[in-house]
């Protein structure tokens, strides 16, 4: 079987290489020139691996197989787990060589250096184990569309839930966007529901939703008609070149530009939804018609007062407090093609053979009650998944943050490669796609694009028990969700017959779920009628988890800030496998903070949850026997890493100490250890060096990595650990607020933002640390033009020396950003710190005079004469 299985793999992998990993339409031939760069270039790295073995026991050989594994050339791979092994035996001789010379005049200082060198050492092992076998696993789009599961007709359905609260904090256009690229995209219109969550309940996103409906009617069409990509119409139009792939280019560029001026309404009509609504419940509630009992309600258009919040809040009608809502704004297609009209007056642009139907759309806001915890995010995810069993019970759920859009339209086709796929595709929970992101600066400088992980750490885990669930973007099995077990671990059935204390009293739900569990199913059209409309109202009570496993064993993970991670976790615990998809064009993308503070807030939140994570029953070393033992290895390592961060914060403090004391030193000899420090902080680039080569990044994305790390170690990770400390001290739990992504970006600076300043305690550390370091570069200036540039006391400091310049030249980007706008001149940045360098040198040399004048005159004497009588002399 497994010699049936590799034949195929590698009868497609000169054929299928451009094709099923950019995800284009159709099949690229491995002729055509495109493709041929395509398949030298990831022959460089990349060779088909076999895929036999104990995971594709039980294949059914009358079945093709849907996706390709790919693993590194043993050229490159063998050298990289070489360097692994030497940077290895490195850190034990240097750790023999410590021990062997202990520093006695500071043993204290020794010992603590020596403990953090032994957790940098075992970090550092963590991060690298799970590295070891990198696979890129590869969709094959035209054996999906060969096989009888993947044409149109038996696709399996889709579920995707998009989840906004803010429409200020996340913009609304952002969010509209997101579900016109998922209401357009190429799937089958009767196969897939698009649900919005708006946990703040307020009306301009349900208007907003009512716009998109609208706006909807002519841009799905149009996109279909004419291959639009991507459909987000936004990203759309603001490229600076549109490519036209589609097969009516003599009516494209008419169809474009109405479509276009339409867009252009559309927004207006979006921006002006605000003071819209506003004026409208203004004229009602001052018109003297209104209900009794209703003070300063908000107003629909249909005249009847909002159910959710209020602009001027009210009881029952504010943030945190107000009913359940949910609204079929479109409602389940029907099942047969229909065909637009013709070009008229009234229609200009010709759909006559453009099937004009549009998925089902379904607004929906959650009940919230003071009292409750309402468990944020993945709160609204599990009310989102209940929701949807009795609405359309889709076998699959796709979920979207509201600022990330479809960018390529096979985006939901590739997931089910894995999913549908004969070897172990049932075994399969979620796919996870990289996070790719728009309006990032050019340079990237606070690493928005975090090519290191997405590219690096995720391909890693895809050779083990596969990536860990990242938040957005992300293809789940229903039943993964309801906290199920793998086929490979359960019985032929579910059983759910006395589940109501895990799942809850609701018997419709109960019944779904063994539909839910059918991969093969479709979306099912319901009637909203009062019964289910009541149901819909259980589901989204408050009070309905209560006494439930919803939050721990069901549904997504509550009381943690990383719930996406620990949702993971929890699945790979049980034995499921997970896939990662990379696709060019990308599958989505989103939009990233790219001002530093929410930059550093965002990573805040993540390295908290981490640590969480670590301190919670989701600890790594809890798991059962399921967990592949490296995957265990790389969820120790997602938990615990902001803790190594403390250490290397007392690192960038030290020269602190030597500032003031001439003999204070970690280790004697100093040469010698500087020496060894130098050799394993080398011997880690070189594999640095290999691993940009085997993820396809860039050493700019590398730098970049390297730099954020150190800028995240100064200040963010051991505030998360501060964090932490207190938490487990008194008991409360940590507020890690929601990341902005509102920009003051204006049309004259699309980035500027980028060089925006606001001040939070959060940037004290990194700025101590900057001065710190400045100061040390200028004493050792100092000390070599005080003491002479030949003796112990110089040589030692510029050997210090080294060190402290390579943390400014980590942080420079952080000095850049707290810059503001003088940031955009870097050169401004390079004189001021050789002035402050400078002037330090000069205090030095001063201070030194005034403490030890003969010496200095002697120092000053020796030099006038060695200028005066020149070499000879």
């Not at 258009?301 to 079929?328: F, L, S, Y």
């Not at 400390?725 to 509102?742: D, E």
């Amino acid at each position: 079987m497994a010699a049936v299985v590799t034949r195929r793999a590698n009868a497609r992998v000169e054929a299928l290489d451009a094709d099923a990993e950019s995800g284009v339409h159709g099949r690229t031939t491995a002729d055509s020139p495109v493709a041929k760069r395509v398949i030298d270039a990831k022959d460089d790295v990349w060779v088909a691996a076999d895929e036999g073995g104990d995971m594709y026991s039980g294949t059914d050989a009358s079945r093709p197989i849907l996706f390709r594994t790919m693993k590194v050339k043993g050229s490159i791979l063998h050298p990289y787990r070489f360097f692994i092994l030497v940077r290895l035996v490195a850190i034990v001789a240097f750790f023999a060589w410590r021990i062997e010379h202990r520093n006695r005049d500071g043993v204290w200082l020794w010992a603590t250096s020596m403990v953090a060198d032994v957790w940098f050492g075992f970090s550092w092992l963590l991060n690298q184990l799970p590295k070891l076998n990198p696979v890129k696993r590869v969709p094959d789009l035209a054996a999906l569309a060969d096989s009888s599961s993947g044409s149109d007709d038996n696709l399996p359905g889709i579920d995707i839930f998009v989840t906004t609260v803010d429409p200020v904090d996340e913009p609304i256009l952002y969010t509209v966007n997101t579900i016109l690229s998922i209401l357009a995209t190429d799937y089958p219109v009767d196969k897939y529901a698009c649900y919005l969550s708006d946990d703040g309940a307020t009306l301009v996103h349900y208007e907003a939703m009512l716009e998109v409906a609208n706006f909807a009617v002519l841009w799905v069409p149009f996109c279909r008609k004419h291959c639009v990509e991507p459909r987000a119409p936004e990203s759309y139009f603001g490229m600076k070149t549109q490519p036209y792939i589609g097969g009516m280019a003599g009516e494209f560029m008419k169809d474009h530009r109405r479509v276009r001026r339409e867009y252009d309404e559309f927004k207006v009509r979006i921006d002006s939804l605000s003071s819209t609504i506003r004026q409208r419940s203004d004229a009602y509630n001052n018109s003297g018609n209104k209900g009794p009992g209703l003070v300063r309600a908000t107003w629909m258009a249909d005249g009847t007062p909002w159910p959710g919040t209020w602009i001027e809040q009210a009881e029952n009608h504010r943030k945190g407090q107000h009913a359940g809502i949910v609204q079929v704004i479109l409602n389940h297609p029907s099942r047969k093609p229909q065909l637009g009209s013709p070009a008229s007056k009234d229609s200009p642009i010709d759909f006559s053979n453009v099937d004009t139907r549009i998925p089902m759309l379904v607004y929906m806001s959650r009940e919230k009650r003071p009292g409750y915890n309402h468990q944020k995010k993945a709160g609204a995810m599990n009310v989102m998944l209940r929701v949807s069993a009795l609405l359309s019970n889709a076998p699959f759920v796709v979920n979207f943050d509201c600022d990330h859009y479809i960018n390529n339209n096979q985006a939901l086709r590739a997931p089910m490669c894995f999913m549908l796929d004969p070897r172990d595709g049932q075994n399969t929970a979620f796919v996870q796609f990289p996070q790719r992101f728009d309006d990032v600066d050019p340079t990237d400088r606070y690493a928005n694009h975090n090519r290191v992980f997405f590219d690096g750490t995720m391909l890693s885990l895809n050779g083990l028990q596969g990536p860990s669930y990242l938040g957005t973007g992300t293809m789940f099995r229903r039943v993964a969700l309801y906290g199920m077990e793998p086929p490979r671990w359960r019985a032929d059935s579910i059983k759910l017959a006395g589940k109501s204390h895990d799942f809850g009293t609701s018997t419709s739900l109960i019944n779904s779920m063994p539909d839910g569990a059918i991969q093969e199913r479709s979306i099912t059209p319901v009637v909203v009628d009062e019964p289910l409309a009541n149901e819909l109202a259980v589901l989204m009570t408050c009070a309905y988890e209560d006494g439930t496993s919803w939050g721990r064993d069901v549904g997504w993970v509550y009381n943690i800030a990383t719930e996406d991670v620990v949702t993971g976790f929890r699945m790979h615990r049980q034995g499921w496998r997970s896939m990662y998809c990379s696709m060019e064009p990308a599958a989505f993308r989103g939009t990233a903070p790219i001002n530093l503070t929410e930059r550093l807030l965002q990573v805040l939140r993540w390295s908290g949850g981490s640590l969480e994570m670590f301190f919670s029953h989701s600890n790594a070393l809890l798991a059962g026997r399921r967990l592949h033992p490296l995957q265990r290895v790389a969820y120790l390592n997602m938990s615990t890493y902001p803790i190594v961060t403390v250490f290397i914060f007392a690192y960038n403090l030290f020269p602190v100490m030597w500032l003031v004391s001439e003999q204070f030193y970690i280790q004697r000899p100093f040469g010698t250890y500087i020496v060894y420090l130098a050799a394993v902080i080398s011997i880690i680039h070189v594999i640095g060096m290999f691993e940009v080569k085997w993820a396809g990044i860039t050493l700019l994305d590398w730098c970049r990595n390297e730099q954020f790390y150190m800028i995240g170690a100064t200040g963010v990770y051991p505030t998360a650990v501060l964090y932490m400390a207190m938490k487990l001290v008194t008991g409360k739990g940590i507020y890690f607020r929601l990341t902005s992504k509102q920009s003051d970006a204006c049309s004259d600076d699309k980035f500027a933002d980028l060089y925006t300043v606001r001040w939070v305690p959060l940037l004290i550390p990194t700025i101590v640390v900057l001065v710190v370091n400045v100061a040390a570069v200028g004493t050792a200036v100092g000390k070599a033009v005080a003491w002479g540039v030949f003796t112990d006391q110089a040589q030692h400091a510029m050997l210090g020396m080294v060190f402290n310049v390579w943390i400014l030249v980590l942080l420079y980007p952080f000095a850049l950003g707290i810059m503001g706008r003088w940031g955009k001149r870097p050169a401004l940045l390079f004189v001021m710190l050789v002035m402050a360098i400078g002037a330090v040198a000069l205090l030095y040399i001063m201070l030194h005079g005034a403490r030890y004048p003969s010496e200095l005159s002697e120092v000053a004497a020796s030099l006038g004469k060695a200028s005066l009588t020149g070499p000879s002399g």
